[in-house]
């Protein structure tokens, strides 16, 4: 099992900064991709950024394109979620999340590990 802890998050106003990170425990010996993904209030969960194990290939939605940076440190076991340009609309709890079998990198089912969530609220 893989236990995920994500930090970061916090107040920010518009066209600002966060860097979210997630460090990762248990059996993490194996190749695995991670993701992070977003839920508003009222909203459903949405993905927003993935990266295979070797950082060679990255996923984002259209919305956070030019602005948002995914990237990982296996020897560290975390990764990182870099915001820039914040907009109000990407207030929401941003969680990661974690597994050696997913397929499809962007649909919140393929993992099976998630962390507990970290806040991010911007204002205007």
């Known amino acids: 099992q893989v236990q995920l802890v994500e930090s970061g998050g916090g107040l920010v106003q518009a066209g600002g900064s966060l860097r979210l990170s997630c460090a990762a425990s248990g059996r993490t010996f194996r190749t695995y991709a991670m993701g992070w993904f977003r839920q508003a209030p009222g909203k459903e969960r949405e993905f927003v950024a993935a990266?295979?194990?070797?950082?060679?290939?990255?996923y984002y939605v259209d919305s956070v394109k030019g602005r948002f940076t995914i990237s990982r440190d296996n020897a560290k076991k975390t990764g990182y979620l870099q915001m820039n340009n914040l907009k109000p609309e990407d207030t929401a709890v941003y969680y990661c999340?974690?597994?050696?079998?997913?397929?499809?990198?962007?649909?919140?089912?393929?993992?099976?590990?998630w962390g507990q969530g970290t806040q991010v609220t911007v204002s205007s």
């Open positions: 990266i295979t194990w070797s950082g060679g290939s990255t």
């Open positions: 999340a974690a597994d050696s079998s997913v397929v499809v990198v962007t649909t919140p089912y393929e993992y099976h590990y």
